[in-house]
C-alpha cells in the first residue's frame, strides 16, 4: 500500500476506520482473537466476501491487522489485531462511550 500523507493525525485515522466494515471488524477481532475469515464473515451479518477481503486488505496495509497463513490442509488463515490495531480499537471504544453518553443531546442537521 503506498504510503499518504495526511494534514493531520484525524485525517490518518480517518483513513484507518473509513469504510463501513471497519469499526466491526475491529470489535469483533477484539472479542474474538485471532479468528478465521469465514468466521469474520458470519459474524458480521451482511458484509460480502469481496468487502471484506478488501478491508482486511486495507486493515493489514496501514497495520491494523495481521494476517496469518498456517502450512496446513487444508489451509488455514487467521486474523488478529496488531498492537496498533488494539489501540485504534480502544481509541473508538472511548468515542463509543462519548456517543453512548451523548447521543440524546445531538441533534441532526437544522431544517429551516
Known amino acids: ?7 493531520c493525525g ?3 485515522a480517518r483513513a484507518a476506520i473509513s469504510g ?4 466491526p471488524i475491529l470489535m ?6 485471532p479468528t478465521r475469515f469465514g468466521q469474520l464473515r458470519r459474524d458480521l451479518e451482511g458484509v460480502t466476501e469481496k468487502v471484506l477481503s ?3 486488505k486495507e486493515m493489514e496495509g496501514h497495520g491494523l491487522v495481521e494476517r496469518t497463513c498456517y502450512d496446513e490442509v487444508p489451509p488455514r488463515v487467521e486474523y488478529a489485531l496488531t498492537p ?9 471504544a472511548d468515542l463509543s462511550a462519548w ?4 447521543f440524546g443531546h445531538l441533534v441532526g442537521p ?3
Open 1 to 7: 500500500m503506498p504510503t499518504e500523507r495526511y494534514e
Open 84 to 92: 496498533r490495531g488494539r489501540q485504534l480499537f480502544l481509541a473508538l
Open 110 to 112: 437544522a431544517h429551516t
Open 28 to 33: 469483533v477481532l477484539d472479542a474474538n482473537g
Open 20 to 23: 463501513k466494515w471497519k469499526p
Open 10 to 12: 484525524l485525517a490518518a
Open 99 to 102: 456517543g453512548d453518553e451523548h
Open 54 to 56: 478488501q478491508q482486511l
